[in-house]
């Protein structure tokens, strides 16, 4: 059965706080891995997308990278508007076109 | 920037009546999804739909759940007799291929009494 981990639940860091989230996925042959931002309330916001391990994108502060097990969403330097819930997701090459949630990483930055 | 737009935004019904969530999806979007999140938990695939069908559903989207594009902009998803359990956020997400990231609307929080 396809899965998606998150660690960790929350993360609370000092503006200016390195840090990373991690993702680990099992899916039977990976069509692609997303990465999404949620406010309270709020739909899921697209951010990345990576497809083949050693794939890296990046977008302000936040640095996403794959590998054939994993992947790890850096953010650098984050701001207090960075606090968010930050979703991992897949598609699988088979099984239709749905994406599968992992449960997210709460994360707070506090000024 | 194109947006999903959903309506209601909150609906409150009661046991065993029907709910229609409203959808517009980005206009050159060709694949249109449903998700469910309860409150405090993973964002859960409801049903799948391209070309005037579905094409994959969850084990979630039993019979008492529908879903229909009306006309060339509208997709609803229909709930016939609403239960406790229904009661989640529902996301609607368009997207232009099969894999890129979703445009997800804002939600509609239905509250079932």
């Known amino acids: 059965e396809d899965q998606v981990t998150q660690s960790p639940e929350a993360l609370r860091l000092q503006e200016g706080e390195s840090s990373s989230l991690n993702c680990s996925y099992t899916v039977s042959g990976l069509r692609g891995l997303f990465w999404y931002r949620q406010d309270p309330g709020k739909g899921p916001e697209f951010l990345f997308t990576?497809?083949?391990a050693g794939e890296e994108k990046e977008k302000e502060r936040l640095k996403a990278t794959l590998t054939k097990k994993e992947s790890f969403l850096h953010i650098t330097a984050p701001k207090p508007e960075d606090s968010a819930t930050y979703l991992c997701?897949?598609?699988?090459?088979?099984?239709?076109?749905?994406?599968?949630f992992g449960a997210g990483t709460r994360l707070f930055v506090k000024a | 920037e194109p947006e999903v737009t959903q309506t209601p935004s909150h609906q409150v019904t009661q046991m065993g009546q029907e709910v229609i969530l409203r959808c517009v999806p980005i206009?050159?979007?060709?694949?249109f999804y449903w998700y469910r999140q309860i409150l405090g938990q993973k964002v859960e695939f409801l049903v799948s739909?391209?070309?005037?069908?579905?094409?994959?559903k969850s084990e979630i989207f039993d019979d008492q759940f529908s879903v229909e594009r009306p006309d060339g902009s509208n997709f609803t998803l229909k709930i016939r007799s609403t239960k406790l359990e229904d009661s989640a956020m529902y996301f609607c997400?368009?997207?232009?291929?099969?894999?890129?990231?979703?445009?997800f609307g804002s939600g509609t929080r239905l509250t079932v009494v």
């Open positions: 206009s050159n979007h060709l694949y």
């Open positions: 990576l497809y083949s």
């Open positions: 739909f391209y070309n005037n069908e579905i094409s994959e």
């Open positions: 997701a897949v598609q699988a090459e088979v099984g239709g076109f749905k994406t599968i």
């Open positions: 997400a368009s997207v232009t291929g099969t894999n890129y990231g979703y445009t």
